[in-house]
Structure formats: C-alpha cells, structure tokens
C-alpha cells in the first residue's frame, strides 16, 4: 500500500486476521507530516506533543466545549471496559459512598493513556467500599482519565467528571451561557452529555463557584435538569450531582447542608455533595428536609481537615460515623492525603490503614456475574511478571491494567491482606495473606469476594498460590459458600449439603478429557507457585462469598502463624470454558512517524495499530513485534505494551535501517486476554507485516 495520508487523517492499510499489509510511512499524529522540531497542531491535545504518546484531556473554556466534537485521534479515551454489574444496585437505598478524587491538579502521570514508567504512583484499589468516582480539577470541563475509568468500571463503581466555574472567569462563563436565554444553556448540557457518552463515563459533578446574576440563577434549574435528563438519556444509569456553593438568589455561600436556599437545584438533579464544616444539627436538617432521598445526600469529609470540620486523616471514621448515624451518603473529598501527606513510601500500608479505619461505615458490594478472574494486580509495579517471573524489570503504572480487586480484610491483628510487589504470577501485584490459626482450631477462612448471583450447575475454579516463611505446615484451598436455602444441593439430589451452606470444591488432579485449555493451566505452576483445579456441582443454589481456606497439616493445641501469596483466582461456568474464542480481525497500521534511531544503523518508528475483536469478549491485549528482517535472521518476539480498547500507539520502535535497495520486515502481533484467562492459540491473534526501505535519494530522512 502506499500514498500519503490526507491533512489531518492517516492513511490506513487493513490485512487479514493473520494476513499481512506492506505501508509506506503517513502522517504522525498532531503533526501532519511535518518534521520533528516543527510547531505542533491539533490533534495535540490527544497526543503527547514530544514522544505522539496518546494523552487524556481536558476542556479549558466555554468555546472548546462548544466545539468540541467527537474525533478518531481521541479514540484513545474512550472507556471499552463495560461497568460491570453489583449488588445492591446503585439505586438502592442503602446510603452510598463517593470518593472525590483530588491530586495536584489532576492529568498528572494517570495522564498517559498506556501508562507510564512511574515509580512509587498513587493508586486507588478499595473499589469494593465506594458506589462513585469523581475525578476533579479546576479545568472547566474535566474528562476523567481513562485509565481511571476502565479500572472503576471493571470493579462497578461510576466515574463522573467535573464541569467547574470559578472566581471571575466563571461568572462571565455562567453569564455567557445561563443569562444568555435557554438555546445557550441547552447547547452545553447537551455537549456535556454527549462527551460523557462518547468517552463511556457516567456523568458529571457541577461545581459553580461564584456568584451569579439574577438572569443566570433563575436559568440554573433549568439547566441542571435538563443536563440530568440529556444524561439519563445518553448514558445509562448515569447522574448528575450538585456541589453545594451557589444560593438560589445567586449569592456564593456554602451551607454545609440541604436546606431551603439550595433546595431547588437538589430537586433538579441526582443528588447535592455538601461542604465539608458541618455539625450534626446540620445533619438532622438535612436529613428532615431530604426525606425519602436521603441518600442523595452527600455530606462531604475533606480529609485533609481543612476548616472546622469533625475529623479528617486518620480521624475520618469519626465523620463517617456521625453521616451513617443519620443515614446519609458520604463524600470523601481527596483521600490522596494518605500519599500527599505521609509520603510515597510506605503508602500501601498506609492506604490499607486507612480504608481499614473506615471500613465499619462502609457496606461492601457483591459479584453477580463470572467469569470471576483475577491475578490481583495494582496496576502497578516495581517489574512486570508473567508465569510467575519477571518478563519486564523496572516501574509501570498504568491503572487499565488494574485486576478486579478483593475485599482487603482485617481482622483484631490476627488477618491482614494487603499487596506484595515484590512476587506476583502476572503483572504487577499479588495479594498477601498474613495472619494466625488459634490454638485448638483446624482452620481460618479469609474472605476474599462477597457474591450475589445463581450459581451454574457446575463450576471449575483454579487457584495459583506459593507459601511463605519458615513454617509450611499449612493448605490452603478455596471455599465457597452459598446463601441458606432449603433446596440448595451439592452434586446430586440425594446427597446431603454441608452445614452452614459451606461447599469445598473437590481437588482435581488433571481436569476432565476435553477440556485441554483448562488443563494447560491446571499444571502451569512454576518459580515456587502452586497450581489447583476444583469442580463444584450444585442444584439450585445461589453463591454468596469466595474464601480462601487455610488449615493446619497436623493437629496441633497452639495457635499458628501464616503467610502466604495468592497470586490468581478463577471462577467459570463450566458450560462457557470449551467455547471457542474469537479471532483478531482487520489488524491495520496508520499514522506512520519515521526517526533518527538510537544508534546510526537503527530508525525508530512510530505507529497506531487498530483491529477488530466483539466487544466486551477481552480483557485486554498484548502487543508484540517480532521478526525484524532485513538480511537473515529475527529478533526473538518483543512485548510492546498492553491495549486496553482495540488499538495501541507503539512508540520509539528501534528498527534496523535499510540499506539503499534493501527492504526491511517488521511483524506485528496482537494477543486478546479473555476475562477468564485462558490461552488463545496464536493462530487466532492478529498479525500484520510492515516492509520498508530506504526512500528515494533526496527525500528527508526525517518525518517519511
């Protein structure tokens, strides 16, 4: 294929599943075929303007976001992670909990869209707590990084964005689209909408702080419902929530409650996140005046304590005590204090302290849907692993890459589960497990998934796990536990169910005949990692915690310490395991950037790759470039990076540079992860051949 890209697009070559392409070199993004050093146009704000890494944005003014439209360069940003479903329903009454997510202004390394080499990030893993996630800054209209999107949405907690105005510059903003008449207002709640469905996140907190005119209040409710209403509509399940700031005759005064001067724009929306210096009195107005949406309410806990507040840091359980007892929602404003504020390096213990303290006034939330598959990963690391060893050494952060995580239990001292980056069997993380058998006791159960959901007539489960310290003298093994009902059975009708509705999956040596998939991963435990496959039948049951059993080898009066790594846990629907896996369709490259190497025999190059796979059937992808020719030989394959959507922007490739009248191939691969984790034969992966050679005497070696 060849010809150059047209202004602002890049040309595009498409192959088979396993064919292959040839491509000449199109424009790179943000750059339109102009030479590294040059002045950078749009798209710049989808890219890095140094490296043309895809990047998260935001909208600064009233006209970006009016102009804003959608545009292939910020594919990049849209969320492909579907939110994946929970118990109780966020429309339930139980109170709920949003976390307001707050750092140094936001877009910093979370920015980078395919993660970045950070050492020591700030992340958030205590999904199973919260209901909400906002992502704030002081950017008129913040877009929630994807990154953070993808890992809410794979543990099923909304993302809202934030759309902010301030000091002076927010009141023209509001003149300019609430005093200008309802067409104005209209045209950005609509915008508003439309940018939460195209990026797949789940609405917006409206944060007015300053004063408006008299034309511009009376226009606000008005505004906010029909934003709700645009949001309902284009995003399913999605809301809208009011920051209490402005007074209904346009005055900028915090009320730290609902009352009667705010009333009317709660009743305008999905719900008022308060200020955070309130009192209880302010407490029992609100939840007088709110009545029946009581749990609208968000009554806001800034843990850094800024103000007259009832307590923040480590103190914040005193606040959420006081909001429970009233049966109000809360919002934690900027829990980031545990790693602005007590440092970078002893944050994860800090981290599990902290949600530790709170986690008697926060209802947790339950599984309804398998696969259940997770090997516990941060989204983060010192290295990457696979199979149980390093595969890539050196710091990543990249929160798509983040594993639907546990419930991180503790227990009077005598449990703890927290996150060990020094092992783990993929990516980055896996999960410890430390604790104490008591003395007269053959065993603990550690609870590592509530469940909600029928359990299919029969389930295989697998287990990766390697003990630690000196004392081996105990099995673990997984236990399932089903909820009290007189016509749950294990295995067939006549045998009879364990007490207490607890069910031990029985322990299979090598999985049944067929099912060749699952037994390559019932005999892939290596590098001091133990596999185990179970099976379960059960009849007409409903599964309701998954717990990892720990118990003694030998009888024993004294109490027991333990440790141990888990390092993967699945559970599948044996009816879905034998299923054939789809194949990567239409693998393309395009926007071509060629380099300078690092070395005077190497170019670097610079590439999108985009392809097809069915929605929601893939965890992620592994991308890969293998076989760069030129005379005899290949390179072994090479991991590029991980897809979280089905493109990838490959950045800085060193290949080899050709000789004049010589050509060069580069293979590309593309390896779908499903949710359950299970190999995909190679045949079934996209692959796509890039031949090159040096240009014409008297072309620039830069750029084409």
């Known amino acids: 294929a060849s010809g150059r890209a047209a202004p602002g697009r890049g040309g595009r070559q498409r192959s088979g599943s396993s064919g292959s392409a040839m491509a000449e070199a199109q424009d790179a993004p943000g750059r339109r075929g102009k030479r590294p050093g040059d002045e950078v146009e749009e798209p710049a704000r989808h890219f890095d303007t140094k490296t043309t890494e895809p990047v998260s944005f935001f909208l600064s ?5 009016l102009s804003w439209k959608p545009d292939g360069n910020g594919d990049f940003n849209i969320c492909t992670v579907p939110l994946a479903e929970r118990q109780p329903p966020l429309h339930s009454k139980r109170p709920r909990t949003l976390v307001c997510h707050d750092m140094r202004g936001g877009y910093l390394e979370d920015r980078f869209i395919q993660g970045s080499a950070t050492r020591n990030p700030y992340v958030f893993y205590h999904w199973r707590y919260i209901d909400i996630f906002v992502y704030f800054s002081h950017r008129t209209v913040t877009i929630p990084p994807v990154c953070w999107t993808n890992a809410a949405h794979r543990n099923g907690v909304l993302v809202l964005g934030t759309f902010i105005t301030e000091w002076t510059d927010g009141e023209k903003l509001c003149e300019a689209f609430l005093a200008a008449g309802e067409e104005a207002s209209r045209a950005v709640s609509e915008q508003l909408a439309r940018i939460a469905q195209h990026y797949c996140f789940d609405g917006w907190l409206v944060n007015m702080e300053n004063t408006l005119s008299a034309a511009a209040v009376k226009n606000l409710p008005p505004f906010l419902r ?26 900028l005064k915090w009320q730290n409650e609902l009352n009667q001067d705010n009333r009317v724009f709660f009743d305008a929306c999905d719900g008022l996140f308060t200020n955070y210096n309130w009192k209880e009195e302010h407490l029992e107005r ?26 923040g840091g480590f103190d914040t359980n005193k606040s959420l005590r006081l909001i429970r007892q009233h049966g109000l929602s809360a919002a934690i404003f900027a829990p980031g204090w545990v790693y602005e504020h007590l440092g970078e390096e002893n944050f994860l213990h800090n981290e599990n302290k902290f949600w530790g303290l709170l986690a008697e006034y926060l209802p947790t939330h339950s599984i309804c849907t398998l696969p259940l598959a997770t090997s516990f990963s941060l989204g983060m690391g010192t290295s990457r692993f696979l199979d149980g060893k390093v595969e890539e050494a050196g710091p990543w952060y990249d929160l798509s890459a983040q594993d639907i995580q546990p419930l991180y239990s503790e227990h009077e001292g005598r449990l703890n589960t927290s996150c060990c980056l020094q092992d783990a069997w993929c990516g980055g993380s896996s999960l410890r497990l430390q604790g104490i058998i008591p003395a007269g006791e053959e065993h603990v159960a550690i609870r590592l998934f509530s469940l909600q959901m029928p359990a299919p007539p029969k389930l295989f489960l697998t287990l990766l796990y390697k003990l630690e310290g000196s004392n081996t003298e105990f099995a673990v093994a997984l236990e399932l536990t089903t909820w ?29 005949p067929g099912l060749a998939k699952l037994l390559a991963s019932c005999t892939r435990g290596s590098h001091g990692w133990t596999s185990r496959c179970y099976e379960l039948e059960l009849q007409d049951c409903s599964l309701r915690d998954l717990s990892l059993l720990v118990s003694r080898q030998q009888p024993s009066l004294q109490e027991m310490p ?5 390092g993967e846990v699945r559970v599948l629907d044996a009816a879905s395991v034998g299923a054939a896996p789809p194949q990567v369709q239409s ?12 070395t005077a025999e190497q170019l670097s190059l610079s590439l999108t790759l985009r392809w097809a796979f069915p929605p929601g059937q893939a965890g992620w992808f592994r991308v890969f470039s293998q076989g760069v020719r030129c005379r005899q030989g290949q390179t072994p394959p090479q991991l590029l990076g991980l897809a979280h959507a089905c493109l990838y922007r490959a950045v800085g490739l060193a290949v080899p540079r050709p000789a004049a009248g010589q050509s060069c191939r580069l293979e590309l691969l593309v390896e779908p992860v499903l949710h359950d984790e299970l190999p995909v034969d190679p045949q079934r992966w996209g692959r796509l051949v890039l031949i090159y050679s040096a240009p014409a005497t008297g072309t620039s070696r830069d750029g084409h």
């Not at 333990?562 to 888990?566: H, I, K, N, R, V």
């Open 484 to 512: 009290d009902s007189g016509t749950c059975h294990e295995g067939n009708v006549t045998s009879l169910p364990e007490p207490n509705s607890r069910h031990h999956p029985r322990f299979l040596p090598a999985p049944p």
């Open 587 to 598: 693998l393309s490259a395009s926007q071509l950037w060629w380099q300078e190497g690092p």
């Open 61 to 65: 003014s009233l006209e970006e976001l």
């Open 226 to 251: 029909h934003l709700t209403a645009q949001v309902h509509s284009a995003v399913p399940g999605g809301l809208v929530i009011w920051y209490d700031s402005v007074l209904q005759n346009g005055t």
């Open 562 to 566: 333990f440790s141990c790594l888990l």
């Open 286 to 311: 609100t939840r007088a005046l709110a009545g029946p949406r009581q749990t609208d309410v968000y009554v806001g806990v800034d843990v850094f304590a800024r103000g007259d507040v009832i307590g």
